[in-house]
């Protein structure tokens, strides 16, 4: 049976002297760029995918889902979710642990 390769592909940028020398230190900086790209696509927004701008199109599909959905601050946590309004048990403290 044939072995799978993975297929890598090389990605480069460029940093400025102060990332650079923030860098310096860190034993494998290959290892540590992709885990801190992984986790910033994990935690970006699924609509604009972390560039914090929305396209006509988006910005159409978002008046529409806000229409019966609103941004709330969490009583216990104080960062700001979703809710619908549809659900009445969404608002308020809803927390999610």
Do not use: Y
């Not at 799978?4 to 460029?14: D, L």
């Not at 229409?67 to 308020?92: R, T, W």
């Amino acid at each position: 049976m044939p072995s799978q390769r993975r297929k890598e592909e090389i990605i480069t940028f460029k940093v400025d002297e102060r990332l650079a020398a923030a860098m310096a230190g860190i034993e494998n900086r290959s290892a540590f760029i992709r885990d801190a790209i992984l986790s910033a696509l994990g935690n970006t927004c699924p609509v604009c995918r972390g560039t914090g701008i929305l396209s006509v199109s988006q910005q159409g599909h978002w008046d529409e889902f806000s229409e019966h959905h609103h941004v709330e601050k969490c009583d216990e946590c104080n960062e700001l979710h979703l809710v619908c309004d549809h659900d009445p048990k969404a608002s308020g403290n809803s927390h999610v642990s």
